[in-house]
């Protein structure tokens, strides 16, 4: 089937093997299921090995079966396309994330355009067959496992296909970031927005720098709640990522496909840098001195200054942040430039001097000032720059890309102009927007943004034209953690919303209108039951759990529906 509106061929009963994200063409293969077993092999054509050592180290531990290497009979080793057993094999004729999978008499068949094209395929054959391949322990040692006589051809809609993660006002561990790419890859998402810098909290390693994770990664008490909330939590908070915790997370996203943008946010949400180096921030209008890191949340008055040494300071930081992502897996950095209040750029005669100097016309222009320079100076280096869209004040730096998060109007400005653009509007897929209007709801902050809401999302704004279309390069949730202390909050408000946001970046759906919810609905019983092996702490379809519930913490509950911009 494509996606709710396509008709299947043969006895496939889509709701029962909930299939998320739907993909453009299933039906019944003539073969009957297919066994696994100890003796099962797993034949891996060149190009595909990463792809086998993956399978191991999930279906192994969750089925107890060994997966040995194919032998000579098995042809796994030469080209993979013949052989029995599960066979891993490429053909440059698919889209590079395009896969076929196809149940055999003799063999489970995953053929894609590239490695990453055989790894989707993989995690739709984790689905096959079943809630416990999501487990990491056989629940009945010695059962029976059997692959669905299914046909599978896929691809994506769009290359980007991403989820962002704040970690700056709320750290979560290297763990639980590692935890969070295998939870991406599962959905076939293929990108991993990185929010490491903002005013609550610095959470990158720079060695030149040290005072940014001594000073800049704690804050000596946190709001409870939305900031209009009068609790305060006084425990001292923070954390960051050593060089070698970014090392290791963005290789193991490597090794599932998946890349890693990293956001350093300037000029704007620079506290926790101000505070741990004074001397960056706005020094003739306040004393940067008695800056600490920021214990609440909202827009942040205290900036960057626009001096020759900031420049210079976050091309050292800049510098270490390239050589920790690789170009090969991050092509784009993110340097925020969102939600940057020019009330003490007006005050301050430095900038106003400098406002002079370049010719500009005022404190937006400084500002893509900023933006400019960092994409002129990351595309020396083989990068591309990427903020929000706020980066369009002013003029738009001319390799920029643009995430649009006020809704649609800085994507389609963008688009028009001929610039690429991610489209994230926070009307849609913010996931920290509570997800239903009743008072259950932990902490509920802004628009109500239901499992349904988000399935009815379309990234290519109504009415742009078809050359402006192709610079949209896909789509992305974005989580902030204002309000989610820990792992399980983030897994609450991220889930089940993610799964429904998933099949919208990959699948070919139907217009928003026509879209089969109750379908989508059906497949999500078993993608439940998947979501409980892996331990995701959703929020269940009839409301929260009394342990999911903050009562007596304030949040920010907006009456009615936004309008889309």
Not at 238 to 265: C, K, L, N, S
Not at 385 to 404: F, H, N, Q, R
Not at 418 to 426: A, F
């Amino acid at each position: 089937m494509t996606p709710e509106n396509s008709v299947s061929t043969g006895a496939v009963d889509t709701a029962a093997l909930g299939l998320i994200p739907a993909p453009r063409t299933l039906t019944a293969a003539a073969a009957g299921p297919y066994p696994l077993g100890c003796t099962t092999p797993l034949n891996a054509a060149p190009g595909t090995e990463g792809v086998a050592r993956w399978l191991r180290t999930t279906l192994g531990p969750a089925t107890g079966l060994p997966l040995p290497e194919g032998g000579p009979t098995g042809a796994g080793r030469g080209s993979g396309s013949t052989g029995r057993g599960i066979v891993l094999a490429l053909d440059a004729s698919l889209a590079p994330e395009g896969y076929r999978l196809a149940v055999e008499a003799n063999a489970v068949r995953i053929t894609g355009g590239t490695a990453a094209g055989v790894f989707r395929g993989a995690q739709t054959l984790r689905q096959l067959l079943g809630p416990d391949a999501f487990r990491r322990a056989p629940l009945v040692p010695g059962r029976t496992w059997e692959v669905p006589p299914v046909v599978i051809e896929d691809e994506p809609r769009f290359g980007w296909r991403g989820m962002m993660l704040d970690v700056s006002r709320h750290f979560l561990p290297k763990d639980d970031i590692l935890r969070y790419l295998d939870l991406l890859a599962a959905h076939k998402l293929n990108v991993f927005h990185f929010h490491l810098t903002d005013d609550q909290g610095w959470r990158i390693e720079i060695k030149r720098y040290p005072r940014l994770t001594e000073v800049g990664s704690w804050r000596s008490r946190t709001k409870y709640g939305h900031r209009a909330s009068e609790l305060w939590d006084e425990t001292p908070y923070g954390g960051f990522y050593t060089q070698d915790d970014i090392r290791e997370i963005v290789t193991y996203a490597a090794e599932r496909h998946i890349r890693v943008v990293p956001e350093i946010d300037i000029p704007g949400h620079s506290q926790a840098a101000i505070s741990a180096y004074p001397e960056l921030g706005n020094t003739d209008v306040i004393d940067t001195t008695t800056l600490s890191v920021w214990d609440t949340w909202g827009v942040n008055p205290n900036v960057l200054a626009p001096t020759d040494n900031t420049l210079r300071f976050f091309e050292g930081v800049l510098e270490e942040v390239l050589e920790l992502f690789p170009a090969a897996t991050s092509p784009f950095v993110h340097m925020g430039g969102d939600e940057c209040p020019k009330d003490q750029w007006k005050e301050s005669p430095l900038a106003q001097a400098r406002i002079a100097e370049l010719g500009v016309k005022d404190e937006d222009g400084l500002q893509s000032w900023f933006i400019r320079h960092f994409d002129a100076w990351l595309t020396a280096r083989g990068r591309r720059l990427i903020g929000w869209d706020e980066i369009l004040e002013g003029g738009l730096a001319e390799g920029a890309a643009v995430s649009s998060w006020r809704g649609y109007a800085g994507g389609i400005a963008a688009a028009e102009a001929g610039h690429d653009v991610v489209m994230c509007p926070e009307q849609q897929v913010y996931l920290d927007h509570r997800q239903d209007g009743g008072p259950d709801e932990p902490m509920p902050i802004g628009y109500v943004r239901s499992l349904e809401d988000v399935y009815r999302f379309e990234p290519v704004p109504p009415g742009l034209s078809e050359e402006a279309a192709r610079h949209i390069l896909g789509t992305q949730a974005n989580v902030w953690t204002e309000v989610m202390q820990n792992r399980a909050r983030v897994d609450y408000q991220v889930f089940p919303r993610l799964a429904a946001f998933a099949e919208v970046a990959w699948s070919a759906l139907p217009a928003p209108a026509d879209r089969d919810f109750a379908a989508f609905d059906a497949r999500m019983t078993a993608h439940y039951a998947r979501l409980d092996a892996l331990g995701v702490d959703y929020r269940p379809p009839a409301g929260p759990y009394p342990r999911q519930q903050r009562p007596g913490i304030l949040g920010r509950p907006l009456d009615g529906v936004p309008p889309v911009v």
